[in-house]
């Protein structure tokens, strides 16, 4: 089992299943649609309620806590709202399962659509957070979207989750800076994110509305697998360990950190350290906040890119099944 509580999906991960093998042939030949895009979006609501039902059992044992699947929505739409909230609530509603995330990329144009939905009760998966700043701005969406709720007297048992993206900063800076400075980045920026989440965690805020009923939108570790072939391959699991958070890993990360991956430290808020690191990488000329916008922008550029890809090979097969 490896304690697996939740899954996740993306554009990449469709594109390279549906390209690799013939699985979803048969689906692709019988879904009696023209387009391509619908015709993908019922293969991965197929495939993510299967899942859902797999982790309902956790769903129930945490009540709701874990037992999550992720679903994204077009990353065409990365740059308008209103799209994102239509095709947000349409893909909730087409899916009709309730530990089903919709992932939103946490960009200028999601964070309004991001506070709309959670409004409109639909949970969700915030993608493509880099830096303190694009969290804050997530953080306090789902904060909006749950006042508003309140204010409404509506359910505030609308459950999110908060996905920050760790191994493309280090990946990004590795030519810039010396070696002793590898793979520090990373930790340093989800330091400051992590402060971020306790503060908010401890704000009268959100205390306010969890007395009400609601539950916090939890920080969750994304792009955890090592790309340095020189560093461990577990070292995003071992160092990002904290009551309240979820990491998401890579299958081969998962199965590194079965074999010989140690769970022995929690995460500290106030590490000295990470000032002075965040200065070195400042001495070389990188920012975080003006380096995150280009990260989350390359980011939705690669989803963008495997997107077009997977629609296509789904076009390819249905042409192939005509």
């Keep these: 089992q490896k304690a697996v509580t939740g899954l996740t999906s993306n554009p990449t991960i469709f594109a390279q299943a549906i390209k690799a093998g013939k699985d979803y042939d048969a689906s692709i030949r019988g879904a009696g649609h023209t387009d391509p895009e619908t015709v993908f979006f019922g293969l991965a609501i197929d495939d993510l309620r299967r899942a859902a039902a797999i982790f309902e059992p956790v769903y129930q044992h945490t009540h709701g806590v874990d037992g999550w699947v992720s679903l994204e929505?077009?990353?065409?739409?990365?740059?308008?709202?209103?799209?994102?909230?239509?095709?947000?609530?349409?893909?909730?509603?087409?899916?009709?399962?309730?530990?089903?995330?919709?992932?939103?990329?946490?960009?200028?144009?999601?964070?309004?659509?991001?506070?709309?939905?959670?409004?409109?009760g639909v949970p969700i998966n915030v993608t493509l957070l880099f830096s303190p700043e694009q969290y804050q701005a997530a953080a306090d969406a789902w904060l909006r979207g749950l006042e508003r709720r309140h204010a409404a007297g509506l359910d505030l048992d609308v459950a999110s989750v908060a996905s920050v993206f760790i191994s493309r900063w280090d990946v990004k800076v590795a030519d810039k800076v010396p070696a002793e400075l590898h793979n520090k980045l990373g930790f340093a920026v989800c330091a400051q994110i992590y402060a971020k989440y306790r503060a908010l965690i401890n704000s009268p805020r959100v205390q306010r509305l969890q007395n009400a009923g609601a539950r916090v939108q939890r920080l969750l570790w994304a792009s955890t697998g090592t790309k340095d072939p020189n560093a461990s391959d577990v070292m995003y699991i071992e160092n990002l360990i904290a009551p309240l958070t979820v990491n998401t890993m890579p299958e081969k990360t998962l199965l590194a950190f079965a074999d010989h991956g140690k769970a022995e430290r929690l995460m500290t808020l106030d590490d000295p350290t990470v000032a002075s690191t965040l200065a070195q990488f400042e001495a070389h000329g990188i920012q975080v906040e003006p380096l995150a916008k280009t990260l989350q922008k390359e980011g939705a550029d690669s989803f963008v890119k495997s997107w077009r890809e997977l629609i296509d090979t789904v076009s390819e097969r249905m042409g192939a099944a005509a």
């Design 73 to 120: 929505v077009s990353p065409l739409l990365a740059d308008d709202t209103q799209s994102t909230i239509e095709q947000a609530v349409a893909l909730h509603k087409q899916a009709a399962v309730h530990n089903l995330f919709i992932k939103v990329p946490g960009t200028p144009a999601g964070v309004p659509a991001i506070e709309e939905l959670i409004f409109r």
